[in-house]
């Protein structure tokens, strides 16, 4: 089944310490979509790709970052997290000017 | 049971009973709308949209009603069953904003049996 995959499912880093979160599709979709989602709150979306192009929200930390070799992946880059990064990450993608969204199972963040 | 999403984060129903989860919006240039459903440890899943030239649109046992009006959009759950225990997000799309949504604050829905 084509789906959007997130690796890995429960991911602990230490303050500080660098991390990075895989995201992969099998949908062939053009856009790709990073959100984060603390505790009981809507998802807030960090960036998106638009094929190549990059578009970061103007709220974004500087402390995240993304990559996106090629379509069926992206990852989200966390440069120097805090214990404010604690948060489920969740990647989405869709396709062309649609505006549904598929999104993966999210990758849950600790950081001690 | 009704709720209003922004001021009752939480609704509970009977199983077998009618759900309606209410959620407002501000932004007149919003032109889509579409519901989530997020169950615990994963991610939201789709479960119906509308476009701004409806006012109804009904899928299996869910149906979305927008009033343009008072700027408000409902999820109607027929018949509801444990399964449907979750989180339920409205998220919005404005012309010109690309494939940006921007998410409302979500309704847990528990389901009593």
């Given at each position: 089944?084509?789906?959007?995959?997130?690796?890995?499912?429960?991911?602990?880093?230490?303050?500080?310490?660098?991390?990075?979160?895989?995201?992969?599709?099998?949908?062939?979709?053009?856009?790709?979509?990073?959100?984060q989602q603390k505790s009981s709150q809507a998802p807030k979306?960090?960036?998106?790709?638009?094929?190549?192009?990059?578009?970061?929200?103007?709220?974004?930390?500087?402390?995240?970052?993304?990559?996106?070799?090629?379509?069926?992946?992206?990852?989200?880059?966390?440069?120097?997290?805090?214990?404010?990064?604690a948060a489920m990450?969740l990647?989405?993608?869709?396709?062309?000017?649609?505006?549904?969204?598929?999104?993966?199972?999210g990758?849950r963040?600790?950081?001690? | 049971?009704?709720?209003?999403g922004l001021?009752l984060p939480t609704l509970?129903?009977?199983?077998?009973?009618?759900?309606?989860?209410?959620?407002?919006?501000?932004?007149?240039?919003?032109?889509?709308?579409?519901?989530?459903?997020q169950e615990s440890g994963?991610?939201p899943?789709?479960?119906?949209?509308?476009?701004?030239?409806?006012?109804?649109?009904?899928?299996?046992?869910?149906?979305?009603?927008?009033?343009?009006?008072?700027?408000?959009?409902?999820?109607?759950?027929?018949?509801?069953?444990?399964?449907?225990?979750a989180v339920y997000f409205?998220?919005?799309?404005?012309?010109?904003?690309?494939?940006?949504?921007?998410f409302g604050t979500g309704t847990q829905l528990k389901?009593?049996?």
């Amino acid at each position: 089944d084509a789906m959007v995959i997130q690796n890995p499912r429960y991911q602990v880093t230490q303050f500080g310490k660098p991390v990075t979160l895989s995201c992969s599709q099998t949908l062939n979709h053009n856009v790709m979509y990073w959100y984060q989602q603390k505790s009981s709150q809507a998802p807030k979306l960090l960036f998106h790709y638009y094929d190549k192009d990059f578009n970061n929200e103007a709220d974004t930390p500087d402390n995240f970052q993304s990559r996106r070799p090629n379509t069926s992946f992206c990852f989200l880059d966390i440069r120097s997290p805090g214990l404010g990064d604690a948060a489920m990450y969740l990647c989405a993608t869709s396709r062309g000017n649609s505006r549904e969204q598929y999104f993966g199972p999210g990758t849950r963040l600790t950081v001690t | 049971g009704e709720s209003v999403g922004l001021h009752l984060p939480t609704l509970s129903v009977q199983e077998g009973d009618n759900s309606i989860i209410n959620c407002a919006y501000s932004n007149s240039a919003s032109d889509y709308f579409i519901w989530y459903k997020q169950e615990s440890g994963k991610g939201p899943q789709f479960i119906i949209d509308i476009r701004s030239n409806m006012d109804k649109r009904q899928g299996q046992r869910v149906t979305v009603l927008l009033n343009k009006t008072v700027k408000h959009l409902s999820l109607q759950i027929a018949a509801t069953q444990p399964g449907d225990s979750a989180v339920y997000f409205c998220a919005e799309a404005i012309t010109g904003g690309g494939n940006k949504l921007t998410f409302g604050t979500g309704t847990q829905l528990k389901v009593e049996l």
